[in-house]
């Protein structure tokens, strides 16, 4: 015999809020597209987003980020790196240096606002894990 327990919703806003929160939040925002590891010291590249400014400026997995915008990242962590990205975000151009295979590597890139389709993803990821909505329907 298997039971079911219903389990609580994780959020207390009502769901129509928090879309509407999100949708805000992440609309005309930019951003460049990688997730980070921090090394020991500093930042690599995990991942890069598909069709995203990083996948543009040909930035690459493992990639260990040396400078942003002229700021060290030799010792930098995610935080560090979050700042340096939100001191650009009024231009939206990053200049990098990267560590790639030993050589370094300048690398321009340009900050981008978050497709729909990713602001509508992270929208119903939130609302089926924290509000137990079905993608595509209302509370």
């Not at 939040?25 to 090394?39: A, F, N, T, W």
């Not at 050589?103 to 497709?115: C, G």
Request: hydrophobic fraction near 35%; aromatic fraction near 4%.
């Amino acid at each position: 015999m298997v039971l079911a327990i219903a389990q609580e919703p994780k959020c207390h806003t009502p769901a129509k809020e928090c879309e509407r929160q999100i949708r805000q939040m992440l609309s005309g925002r930019r951003y460049l597209g990688v997730d980070l590891d921090e090394g020991k010291p500093g930042l690599v590249i995990k991942s890069v987003k598909a069709d995203s400014p990083a996948s543009r400026a040909e930035l690459k997995e493992g990639d260990r980020l040396m400078a942003v915008n002229g700021k060290s990242m030799e010792k930098a962590t995610v935080k560090m790196f979050k700042e340096a990205l939100a001191e650009a975000r009024q231009t939206g151009r990053l200049w990098l240096i990267v560590q790639r295979r030993g050589a370094y590597k300048k690398v321009e890139a340009r900050l981008e606002p978050y497709p729909q389709e990713y602001i509508e993803k992270v929208i119903s990821g939130h609302l089926a894990q924290a509000h137990n909505v079905a993608s595509g329907g209302g509370q």
